[in-house]
């Protein structure tokens, strides 16, 4: 899976939106995840989960803030994502199956917030490039 | 088997009551075979498929994928006994269109960003986990006929 000179255009356009709303874009994400897959909240029992909460935005803004790091080296994100990638493997060993629920949860609040943008090439490339952020902080799990 | 509580129910009445059925699922279905390419394996009677562009204006991906969400909200009615409902779609499924039922999750997944799309801010989480239950649960139905 590879991401095209187009599909990167859109992670890049659509980012820009982001950027500026990356605390409640990322608690809202954060939140839905919660909401809707309640296995995912074993990971964060020392977070207060309630909506909206200080935890949320934080944690949704760093979330958020790292995919933004990732968008800006989409040609070399194994080095770009390097830290993170040991953080999840040996520090937080997140199990692989809850990137793909996050990934969801994002795109769902990505659709509702930028619904004109937000077009199936986009979801696409969206889907491709959190795919492929989520390959390389599971990278070095075994 | 799933139970899904009298206010689920609702939440999902609302959401189908706030959508326009056809154009969603068509909607949803020319994102399929977007999104996951590889998708377009089951549908090679649907004439041109070979670009985005084509996938968005072809008519019959329009009405298959009307076809499927009107299946899916009509099922609402049978939440009580899914699986005896969907047993013949099911058959269908498995030993004649022989689609992977990995397939159906991923439909699910797109509707419901679809849903978002459309509903914005009143796809609140709470809703949103309420009507991804009831996919849920249709797609697990979908797959209980598979041998």
Redesign the interface.
């Given at each position: 899976m590879t991401l095209t000179a187009a599909d990167k255009a859109l992670v890049v356009a659509l980012w820009g939106k982001i950027s500026g709303q990356t605390e409640a874009l990322g608690a809202e994400a954060l939140f839905r995840l919660f909401t809707c897959f309640g296995q995912s909240k074993t990971y964060f029992s020392h977070f207060d989960l309630s909506q909206g909460s200080a935890d949320l935005k934080r944690h949704g803004a760093k979330v958020l803030g790292a995919l933004g790091e990732a968008a800006s080296h989409l040609d070399n994100l194994p080095q770009a994502l390097s830290k993170l990638s040991d953080l999840h493997a040996y520090n937080l060993r997140v199990d692989p199956a809850n990137f793909q629920l996050l990934s969801h949860s994002i795109q769902v609040t990505l659709a509702a917030h930028f619904p004109a943008d937000f077009t199936p090439e986009a979801q696409s490339a969206w889907d491709k490039f959190i795919s492929a952020v989520s390959g390389v902080l599971t990278s070095k799990y075994r | 088997m799933v139970h899904l509580s009298a206010d689920e129910c609702k939440d999902v009445s609302a959401v189908f009551s706030k959508v326009n059925v056809d154009q969603l699922g068509g909607?949803s279905l020319?994102?399929l075979l977007?999104?996951y390419p590889w998708t377009r394996r089951h549908f090679k009677t649907f004439g041109n498929l070979s670009s985005?562009d084509a996938i968005?204006h072809n008519a019959k991906v329009q009405a298959h994928g009307a076809k499927v969400l009107g299946a899916v909200r009509d099922a609402l009615k049978h939440v009580a006994n899914l699986g005896g409902h969907f047993a013949h779609l099911s058959d269908l499924h498995c030993q004649q269109l022989f689609v992977d039922p990995a397939n159906f999750k991923l439909f699910a997944?797109?509707v419901?960003?679809?849903v978002?799309?459309?509903?914005?801010?009143a796809?609140t989480?709470?809703v949103?986990?309420s009507f991804?239950k009831f996919l849920d649960a249709v797609t697990d139905a979908l797959a209980k006929g598979y041998h």
């Open positions: - | 909607e020319a994102s977007i999104v985005t968005l997944g797109i419901s960003i679809r978002g799309q459309t509903m914005r801010q796809y989480p709470h949103q986990a991804e």
